[in-house]
């Protein structure tokens, strides 16, 4: 170390020092996601992981912000001893260093595992992930910061393999102490999860800091290394129309559109570009080898290199074919062909067959013109390969290709959303030639605009739908207009997207007012609910409650506890017993105990009009009618029935016989289990609630997979109409009494259970709701998960309790959508496209990278 740079000490101490702090702010922000994910989660089981995470970092935070500090200063010395080793043996350490970094930044074939146990295992696939996140966030101030670096370690020439400071050390690190603290996998995969975004956002900040304390010591980048082409080659080049130079080495295409804003300036944030260290030979470039795997993974170390001539030849080839090949791919109009369209629409519309979509499907000319033809896009395509000068570009074209074809093939994608993703190519092929790893950024505009199309989309089940035309016709304009544009930047992406995002927001607006006015409704009965809960348990505490007939305490702890929350919740004079609804239950418990009314008459009987007054204006006020509490009216007039006779009587010895009379079996005092109030399972919701949330009937259509343990409706029967079920199943007397007796139907699935548990605000359902299915969205579940509402087209509300969410689940009216995210998945299948069919890194070789060559001899790859 002794012997390095002062200003290269300075910054390794710098970097150590910067990461104490900004580790423990990445672990401030994991916590606080887990928590906010916690809150959010519906499920018991995931609460738990999530809880055991944050506490996990929480705990952790200090002992790895110390430690942190001290293995990266260790790993820094490493790094550097192995600068200093590969600095003494010239170009072979060079090849060999490289070659071993790259293997080790790859992708991990199996037979890399052989000798390695499954702890070791794990945490390389952490490791990696960890990696996989960060690299976008750095990538280009790394590049920046690689040219200082190796500069200050005294490198002729820009060695990013021998930064000590590589964005691997630091994870590599972290990876370390995440292992050390857990040995539940699961556990330290939540950790990197959540971890990985602010990590990059933090070691961004590092690189920054330290770039400016270099270049305030007058650090001096170091050069990339530049190896010419054969004179021969070079000769042939400009013999072909080339200009000497205007590319490096005269390669072809430097003067081609998108070329120059094709080049470097993707990489190095809008400085002067490198010129290429190599050139690839793509010509039998096939998709599975490591170069593609290394611009996929890890964000393409090689993407700079420039293209060998012999590639250029290739394209030219390709390109003449596909001009010269008649075009004999009609363009229909979009959707089944016209003899089959209406048999097609005629299905419903949760039940169509699937239509096969890809990068080749011609598309309908009148909505997409030209490039309704699949030969226009490829002839676009291959132009666009032909004028790429760097590799990045020529394997960014590639990944769009193959991201749009796996996003054409999404079965969750209405067809004719599938064919404009298709249609949109040409001008996603434009954008990989300015930014060819654009779609690695989920911020990206262009990433967005496909990710927030496809995500509206989920709006409709329906192509032949009216709304879905409305929506579909502004996409296609949007595309249209995208496609006839010259790509320079993202800008016309954004500029796109944020008049899509306007369209819909105004029409989002109309669904507003009705879905909160109905929310507020849903809000108030679960907070009114929570009250009267609370006010049942403070009544069950009362000392009074002896020999109070059980039919008056369930009045007290349900309709009456909700009649007193509810005077709470619209008391504007903060009282400390709004409307008296309070001082009646001691009056109500002291007229039922007959042993003392009887001896004091006249008082009952001059209380029992206002009481009764008081108890009708309570219920009113909460919306129920006396006949909803009949029962207990019926039986209050019963349990006061021997003072009113009493009043009549002209005799002691009539009063005392009437005092024999016997109680009602429903007059008897309450039992144990009556005594003690209970937590209501779903909020109470009057007859006006029930309508204005939407809970109706819903039609039975044919039977599904989860029919194993319920037979399904025959087609004319019609299901309990789910506003008596929801009013059957609300807490009123009765209910309540009954408990966890009423929560689940007795034919119930754990898979429909598992599904309905699985849904969270703002997922999507297919709803078979009057005759028609639906695309509606869960906007509102209660506390306990035992009501729910969705919101369909327009605004339409669709309540039901649980208990018809897991019927209507059962026999299929209910199914869940899946609508995660489009592109991400998307990606995610390129990928493991890639990894099935790459073979294993060889051991000590690299295709893609020159051997050690003389210094004075060329090399090509």
Not at 339 to 367: C, G, H, I, N, W
Not at 412 to 439: H, N, Q, T, Y
Request: net charge negative; glycine share 6%.
């Amino acid at each position: 170390m002794a012997s390095q740079p002062d200003v290269l000490q300075s910054c390794l101490q710098e970097a150590a020092r910067a990461a104490k702090p900004a580790l423990e702010h990445c672990i401030e922000t994991a916590i606080t996601a887990l928590q906010a994910a916690e809150t959010h989660s519906m499920k018991t089981s995931e609460r738990d992981e999530l809880a055991s995470a944050w506490r996990g970092l929480l705990d952790n935070k200090a002992a790895w912000s110390a430690r942190y500090q001290a293995d990266l200063l260790a790993a820094f010395d490493k790094g550097i001893a192995a600068a200093l080793a590969a600095g003494e043996n010239g170009n072979t350490a060079f090849a060999t260093s490289t070659a071993q970094g790259l293997r080790r930044t790859g992708s991990l074939g199996m037979d890399a595992f052989s000798l390695v146990d499954d702890a070791d295992v794990t945490q390389a696939i952490e490791s990696s992930r960890l990696l996989q996140h960060i690299l976008p966030c750095v990538e280009q101030t790394l590049a920046e910061l690689d040219t200082l670096i190796s500069s200050a370690q005294g490198l002729a020439n820009v060695r990013p393999e021998l930064n000590p400071l590589r964005p691997e050390v630091f994870t590599q690190v972290l990876q370390g102490l995440m292992a050390n603290a857990a040995a539940d996998p699961p556990l330290v995969s939540t950790w990197v999860r959540h971890l990985a975004d602010p990590m990059g956002r933090e070691l961004k900040r590092i690189y920054e800091k330290l770039i400016h304390l270099l270049e305030q010591a007058n650090v001096q980048a170091a050069n990339y290394r530049v190896l010419q082409t054969p004179a021969g080659i070079a000769g042939k080049t400009r013999a072909g129309g080339g200009k000497a130079g205007s590319t490096p080495g005269g390669l072809p295409g430097g003067s081609g559109t998108g070329s120059g804003s094709g080049g470097e300036g993707a990489y190095a944030g809008g400085k002067p570009a490198r010129p290429p260290s190599q050139y690839a030979d793509l010509s039998n470039y096939e998709i599975r080898d490591e170069l593609f795997q290394d611009f996929l993974f890890h964000g393409g170390s090689n993407a700079h290199h420039g293209l060998a001539p012999s590639y250029y030849a290739t394209v030219d080839e390709e390109l003449s074919a596909l001009k010269a090949a008649p075009d004999s791919t009609a363009a229909p109009l979009s959707g089944p062909a016209a003899e089959d369209e209406a048999s097609y629409q005629a299905v419903p519309a949760v039940d169509r067959p699937q239509r096969f979509v890809d990068v080749s499907s011609p598309l309908s000319a009148k909505v997409w013109g030209t490039y309704g033809r699949s030969r226009e896009r490829a002839i676009v395509r291959t132009q666009l390969r032909k004028e790429a000068t760097k590799v990045g570009q020529v394997l960014g074209l590639e990944v769009v290709r193959k991201l749009v074809n796996q996003v054409a093939q999404d079965p969750r994608l209405l067809v004719p959303v599938r064919e404009a993703i298709v249609a949109l190519e040409p001008s996603l092929l434009r954008l990989a030639m300015v930014d060819p790893r654009f779609f690695s950024d989920e911020g990206h505009p262009g990433r967005r605009l496909m990710e927030r199309v496809a995500q509206r989309s989920f709006k409709y089940n329906d192509e032949f739908s009216p709304e879905f035309a409305v929506f579909f016709q502004a996409v296609t304009g949007s595309f249209n207009e995208l496609n006839a544009l010259s790509i320079e930047d993202a800008k016309p992406f954004g500029t796109a997207l944020a008049a899509l995002e306007h369209a819909w927001d105004a029409q989002d607006q109309r669904e507003f007012e009705t879905r909160h006015k109905v929310l507020q409704a849903l809000h108030f009965a679960e907070e009114r609910q929570e009250r009267a809960d609370q006010i049942a348990f403070d009544l069950s505490a009362r000392s009074d409650l002896d020999n109070v007939p059980g039919v008056v305490l369930d009045f007290l702890f349900g309709p009456w506890s909700l009649a007193m929350a509810h005077a709470k919740l619209v008391d504007q004079r903060n009282q400390v017993d709004p409307e008296g609804f309070g001082s009646v239950v001691p009056d109500l418990l002291w007229s039922v105990k007959r042993d003392v009314t009887l001896k004091r008459p006249a008082k009952l009987i001059e209380m029992i009009p206002g009481l009764l007054d008081k108890l009708h204006s309570g219920l009113s006020m909460l919306g129920q009618t006396p006949r909803e509490n009949e029962k207990f009216f019926e039986s209050l007039m019963k349990l006061h029935q021997p003072v009113l006779k009493l009043r009549r009587l002209k005799s002691k010895r009539d009063a005392e016989e009437s005092g024999a009379i016997p109680l009602e079996p429903e007059e008897l005092p309450a039992t144990p289990e009556q005594r003690r109030a209970r937590v209501a399972e779903q909020p109470w919701l009057g007859r006006d609630d029930l309508d204005a949330a939407g809970f109706e009937d819903t039609l039975p259509t044919a039977p599904g997979e989860l029919l194993d343990e319920l037979p399904a409706a025959p087609p004319a029967a019609r299901p309990l109409p789910m506003a008596v079920e929801a009013a059957a199943a609300a807490p009123d007397a009765t209910a309540q009494a009954e408990g966890d007796n009423t929560s689940r139907p007795a034919h119930t699935s754990p898979e429909a259970e598992a599904i309905l548990l699985s849904l969270r605000t703002g997922s999507w359902v297919d709803l078979y709701s009057k005759r028609r299915w639906l695309r509606a969205q869960l906007i509102w579940a209660s506390s306990k998960a035992t009501l729910f509402m969705f919101l369909s087209h327009g605004g339409q509300p669709h309540s039901m309790t649980k208990r018809s969410c897991e019927k209507l689940i059962m026999q299929r009216w209910l199914r869940p959508v899946d609508t995660q995210a489009v592109v991400a998945q998307a990606l995610d299948a390129v990928a493991s496209e890639v990894a099935a069919q790459a073979p294993p890194l060889r051991q000590g070789s690299n295709a893609f990278l020159p051997s050690a060559a003389p210094q004075d001899e060329p090399a090509t790859v």
